[in-house]
């Protein structure tokens, strides 16, 4: 049974940081690809940022430049580490993951086809 569970969310000011973490049970980081996803109240989940079985990081226009996706196999953790934060950030964060194998690009836009996800972690930014 595939268990991701999240962690790090917390309120910050803007311009600050957090680092996020999803916890993978059951599931092995080399046979699919992992998204992060976001969502606001009254808003569609958003992909934000993913990464592929080989490792090809992906991200939004609106985190690109501030947002590091990664993994580390050794821990079977996926991070999202956010720099540089803005009140629009604000939403709950959910790791998701793909059964793949994806090789230089996993799906991050559609929550469509995520075959498991966290139960999320939220991320309240203040300006």
């Known amino acids: 049974q595939v268990h991701l569970v999240e962690s790090g969310g917390g309120s910050v000011q803007a311009g600050g940081s957090l680092r996020l973490s999803c916890v993978a049970s059951g599931y092995t980081f080399s046979t699919g690809c992992m998204v992060w996803f976001r969502q606001a109240p009254g808003k569609d989940r958003e992909g934000v940022s993913s990464?592929?079985?080989?490792?090809?990081?992906a991200y939004a226009d609106s985190v690109k430049g501030r947002f590091t996706i990664s993994i580390d196999n050794a821990k079977n953790t996926l991070y999202l580490e956010m720099n540089s934060l803005k009140p629009e950030d604000t939403a709950m964060y959910y790791c998701?993951?793909?059964?793949?194998?994806?090789?230089?690009?996993?799906?991050?836009?559609?929550?469509?086809?995520?075959?498991?996800w966290g139960q999320g972690t939220q991320v309240t930014v203040s300006s």
């Open positions: 990464i592929s079985t080989d490792g090809r990081p």
């Open positions: 998701a993951a793909r059964s793949g194998p994806w090789y230089g690009n996993c799906p991050r836009t559609q929550p469509q086809g995520v075959d498991y």
